[in-house]
């Protein structure tokens, strides 16, 4: 299935520029540079700790950055109040790595969760949607009733997806999308994600360590290596981009400049 999207490069969806963030005197990004432009998909990899989320916190405001700008639709995120802030996060709609549900809520309830709180639609309303919106991802109509715990992760992240795209954001941000499901559950989930991006016209960043994952539903990849990104082009590209620890990753080698330097280091922490 293909629904990528080629993007206008007129009007940047979000621009991230010298975004540096300090915890604790350690510096975890060292001004990270990214441009998602509207209507594309772009996926951030890297390993543990290199700062993708961090940059996903900042983006959402749940992380003050120290110094950077942060713009969505020209309009500059840092710095705002809390009013300006969640005007801005309706243009948003995200799925969490483990899932996020609700458990005492009913799965309607879960999927039309922000609507609901906002006053925007009725309860019965938000039934009727939250089962069309069920539907549109392959999920039986009496799951609507039934509560998280009751459901497979795969059904869970459809419902998540389901919550996400509800109020029909402009801009849909993943993290770890895949995480902990088998091979074909994760390409069926990709597959849900290419058509709801397709289907709302929206924006997509999404964080993924599945390079399987990552093949399907970038358009555009960008690789974060100790807090700065090391590489950014377009996903076809990325197996032959010529940056050692880009090659290492996306390829899965066990030996290589990533793995080197985490040795050099954990013997210098024993030293």
Avoid: Y
């Avoid at 950077?68 to 809390?82: F, L, N, P």
């Avoid at 879960?110 to 309860?123: H, Y």
């Amino acid at each position: 299935m293909n629904a990528k999207k080629t993007s206008s490069k007129i009007n940047p969806k979000i621009t991230i520029e010298n975004l540096v963030k300090h915890f604790d005197g350690k510096i975890v990004l060292k001004g990270i540079n990214l441009t998602v432009e509207a209507g594309q998909s772009l996926c951030i990899i890297g390993t543990s700790g290199c700062g993708k989320s961090v940059t996903l916190k900042c983006l959402l405001g749940l992380v003050t950055p120290t110094s950077g700008s942060i713009k969505v639709d020209g309009v500059e995120m840092v710095g705002q109040t809390r009013s300006q802030r969640e005007a801005a996060l309706k243009k948003f709609g995200m799925t969490f790595q483990f899932g996020a549900l609700f458990d005492s809520l009913p799965i309607w309830q879960n999927i039309m969760f922000r609507p609901l709180q906002q006053g925007a639609v009725t309860r019965q309303a938000a039934r009727e949607e939250a089962h069309h919106i069920a539907t549109q991802l392959g999920l039986r109509a009496d799951v609507i009733d039934q509560f998280p715990a009751e459901l497979s992760g795969g059904m869970q992240k459809r419902v998540a997806l389901g919550r996400a795209i509800a109020d029909k954001p402009e801009i849909l941000l993943f993290d770890e999308p895949t995480s902990g499901l088998d091979p074909i559950t994760g390409g069926v989930i990709d597959n849900l994600i290419l058509d709801a991006v397709k289907r709302l016209g929206a924006t997509a960043l999404t964080i993924s360590h599945d390079m399987a994952s990552v093949r399907r539903i970038a358009d555009v990849v960008a690789m974060i290596h100790e807090g700065r990104i090391i590489w950014c082009g377009p996903a076809s590209k990325m197996h032959a981009s010529g940056v050692p620890e880009v090659d290492q990753f996306v390829h899965g080698h066990p030996e290589g400049p990533l793995t080197t330097k985490k040795t050099v280091n954990a013997q210098k922490a024993k030293a």
